[in-house]
């Protein structure tokens, strides 16, 4: 069996394995709690507080513990707007691609009297630094664009957005789920003021993930009860979870400039091998991309189709976001980038990682290649599209 739907969720690493079952058996107090066994636990929270804002180049105070990427992006939206709002001002950018955790939030906004641009993504799947400028209003209390993309794996450039925020006294957040763990990130250097992070993307565990925000940008609280994380998020921490979590995205920081050449390396070739498909393409930029992320469309087929004899194949892919899997609908991604609603519905998506193999490489562009033989074999699309009834696209 191959898996190659790292985007969707990475397998634990040892290491956070090894760290989560040290804490359930030996530093399983709650950190609230005053005595010997509850001031271990503190003690193991903050020492993960300080490893994970090492990576990122955040202080440790500006770090808060959440059960996820999704969590944390509407915490970190609905915080600016509410600072927005205090100040008259109600006017939000982000791009067209963003995820759902994103996008979702920001319409749940505009019911609240707030107003959203959305900037376009290119073909390419890159935002445009200058088209963010050009969106900027005085009214504006928030950008919020992704660090990289779930599906297509493209990278934005987010150093030059996040100095332009600062220059316009903007504030900025990234949702930076895909990228951290996967590629230097670092908040000062980006120019952040909010960003999120989530473990299972990264060899931690499901359910915990993280927000940055940085010195001065007051969170509102989306969960009212105890006083945890310095009153910024209620309910005892998954201390488990976060020393997992600490573990695992430390051991990714110090392995990222080992692992990330071969990963790339791999990638490129599963692009070259794909791309040699009769009217395929590639879906975003070559080159500023993920390390492990490699995204087609196929002409004639449905994705639906070529995953499920993929997994007959034993390979383990997807179409697209993990969170929209089982929609029919076409990926809001492939849209945002210009794909045609019948080029969108063949796309497929591989995340490799530094446990691909270039064996496992080799077997995937054949497996692609059958699969998409054999559906185009009987496809009437593809029948409609080599006798000339329809126009070729790709």
């Known amino acids: 069996m191959i898996y190659a739907d790292n985007a969707a969720t990475t397998k634990m690493s040892a290491a956070a394995m090894d760290a989560m079952t040290a804490c359930m058996k030996e530093t399983w107090g709650n950190p609230s709690s005053l005595y010997g066994f509850g001031q271990n636990a503190k003690e193991a929270l903050e020492q993960a507080r300080a490893d994970i804002a090492s990576v990122i180049g955040a202080d440790p105070k500006e ?5 996820g990427g999704s969590e944390a992006d509407n915490q970190a939206i609905r915080s600016a707007a509410a600072l927005g709002a205090k100040n008259g001002k109600r006017h ?4 067209a691609f963003e995820h759902h955790a994103v996008l979702h939030t920001l319409e749940a906004l505009k019911k609240e009297g707030f107003e959203v641009t959305l900037v376009d993504v290119h073909e390419d799947g890159l935002v445009r630094p200058e088209e963010v400028k050009a969106a900027l209003r005085e009214d504006t209390c928030l950008v919020t664009i992704m660090y990289a993309n779930n ?3 493209t990278i934005q450039p987010i150093e ?4 332009l925020c600062q220059k316009h006294g903007v504030l900025f957040h990234t949702d930076a789920v895909q990228a951290i763990g996967h590629i230097s990130v670092n908040v000062q250097r980006d120019h952040v003021d909010l960003l999120s992070a989530s473990a299972h993307k990264f060899h931690g565990p499901k359910g915990v993930g993280f927000l940055y925000a940085k010195k001065g940008v007051r969170l509102t609280s989306l969960i009212e009860g105890g006083a945890q994380e310095k009153g910024k998020r209620a309910g ?7 020393v997992a979590m600490a573990a695992a995205l430390q051991e990714a920081a110090d392995r990222m400039e080992t692992d990330a050449p ?8 599963l692009i070259e091998g794909l791309g040699a498909i009769a009217h395929s393409a590639l879906n975003g930029d070559r080159g500023k991309r993920l390390p492990g992320n490699v995204n087609f469309c196929f002409e004639g087929i449905e994705g639906e189709s070529l995953l499920l004899l993929l997994d007959d194949k034993g390979i383990q892919a997807s179409s697209g976001s993990a969170c929209t899997s089982g929609s029919l609908d076409p990926s809001h991604v492939l849209l945002a980038i210009g794909r045609v609603h019948d080029v969108a519905h063949g ?3 591989l995340s490799i990682n530094e446990e691909t193999s270039d064996a496992d490489v080799e077997e995937m562009i054949k497996a692609v290649e059958e699969v998409v033989a054999y559906l185009r074999g009987f496809s009437p699309i ?4 080599t006798t000339g009834k329809k126009q070729f696209i790709l």
């Open 151 to 153: 599906e297509i794996g």
């Open 236 to 242: 005892t921490e998954n201390v488990p979870g976060i």
């Open 92 to 95: 939000i950018v982000s791009s």
């Open 262 to 269: 071969l990963i790339q390396k791999r990638r490129d070739r």
């Open 160 to 163: 030059e957005i996040g100095e």
């Open 63 to 67: 770090i808060v513990f959440t059960s």
């Open 382 to 385: 593809w029948r409609d599209l």
């Open 347 to 349: 796309s497929l998506r």
